[in-house]
């Protein structure tokens, strides 16, 4: 087992030197189309998506997507269940907890796990779930709340550790559950998200009020990695005082024992003439990369402003506006994928190599402007997915931004 990994220093950088971004201009972004795969109902049958927790209570819990090999699983928190559909929308398993769901109908329940049949529904008693992921042996991971009195209150975070991770066999078993030490182990603070690399280790990213704390596993559930990354230790600029760093999201390397911070960097605004502060803007925003076997930061990549103009009080007015890119996975060979908005129903896609060259800018669509929520997942190859949650029914879509990058 590998020693633990704990960040204990704040790193100024100085010596890197800044790499110029070569983008495409705004007039030459071009649209990449969109692909409507399948609807699912909302309600509570077992293909339906449970948004409504109580008669006219919106959705408390966000419903969660993973795609792999074709195949979409649907976290639906709301209706503690999880459902495998097939690209054409055609159920394939259901795992949930019986006592928040009716009893299937189109599915036949588990009675005997040794009978092999295509098409089934398992009952597990959850009490909450939350984030799921897939490894490549179609072992399902989900998120699960723990029962109040098993749960542990940590002092020295001041925080309540309540989450485990649930492993089941593709045929709705229950293996074993993952804690902070592994199989096992002492609940998880918060959980962010979960990963499976190419390796099908598994990344638990949590984080509590003032820290980030990120847990890693081999795929046999002994513990690899563990990484405290603390507020008041982020990576700091160079020459620049009064900044305030924000860690927005960690992305863990698909291939290699790496991850990626995004940070984006604040400062007051001041007026030039009066000298008073007015606000806060944004200075930089960046990805850093932080090697696990060294525990050091070894570098970053610049991200490109998304700057555009708004009309202002008056006809001939202009403002500019910026919006913030949000960095949403990697692909394989040290891509980096993020979205950020541009119009009510247009979002940018960019993706960005190692070395902070963007290689594609790509419009999607999402024309539902009233969308209740929605979940992006990011297979290893490229392909982006989208779980669109309407107030009549949901969507699964995708993007085929992987052809994008096929040929680099």
């Not at 939350?130 to 029962?147: C, F, M, N, Q, W």
Request: glycine share 8%.
């Amino acid at each position: 087992m590998k020693r633990p990994v704990r960040l204990g220093a704040v790193v100024a950088f100085g010596a890197f030197f800044l790499i110029s971004v070569i983008g495409c201009s705004r007039q030459e972004v071009r649209s990449l189309s969109r692909e409507d795969l399948f609807r699912i109902e909302l309600g509570k049958m077992e293909d339906q998506l449970d948004v409504f927790h109580g008669p006219g209570r919106p959705l408390r819990h966000p419903a969660r997507l993973f795609m792999r090999d074709g195949r979409f699983f649907i976290g639906d928190a709301a209706g503690n269940k999880i459902m495998q559909f097939t690209s054409y929308g055609d159920l394939l398993s259901l795992l949930y907890n019986p006592d928040d769901n009716p009893r299937p109908v189109q599915l036949q329940a588990s009675q005997n796990p040794g009978t092999l049949i295509n098409r089934r529904a398992y009952p597990y008693h959850f009490r909450q779930t939350g984030e799921i992921a897939v490894t490549s042996r179609k072992e399902l991971l989900v998120e699960d709340y723990l029962a109040p009195e098993r749960a542990v209150y940590d002092e020295e975070r001041a925080v309540s550790l309540n989450r485990q991770v649930l492993r089941f066999t593709p045929q709705g078993r229950l293996i074993d559950y993952l804690g902070q030490e592994g199989i096992g182990g002492s609940p998880f603070p918060h959980i962010e998200s979960i990963h499976v690399n190419d390796h099908d280790e598994i990344i638990v990213i949590s984080h509590t009020l003032d820290t980030w704390i990120v847990y890693w596993f081999s795929p046999e559930g002994e513990p690899l990695y563990e990484i405290e990354i603390s507020n008041d230790r982020l990576p700091l600029v160079a020459d620049e005082d009064n900044l305030i760093p924000f860690l927005e999201t960690i992305k863990p390397d698909r291939e290699k024992n790496r991850l990626y911070l995004h940070l984006n960097y604040y400062r007051e605004s001041v007026d030039a003439e009066t000298e008073a502060t007015y606000g806060i803007e944004t200075f930089a925003s960046r990805i850093y990369r932080l090697d696990l076997e060294s525990g050091r930061y070894e570098g970053y990549v610049d991200i490109p402003e998304n700057v555009q103009q708004r009309p202002g009080h008056s006809v001939f007015d202009q403002q500019e506006v910026q919006f913030l890119y949000e960095f949403v996975g990697t692909g394989r060979g040290e891509t980096f994928f993020l979205l950020s908005r541009e119009r009510a129903t247009q979002v940018q896609l960019m993706i960005m190599n190692a070395e902070g060259r963007v290689l594609s800018r790509r419009m999607i669509e999402i024309p539902e402007p009233d969308l209740l929520m929605k979940s992006f997942n990011l297979t290893a190859d490229g392909i982006l997915s989208a779980l669109l949650v309407g107030h009549d029914e949901a969507r699964v879509v995708w993007w085929r931004a992987d052809r994008l990058i096929s040929g680099r």
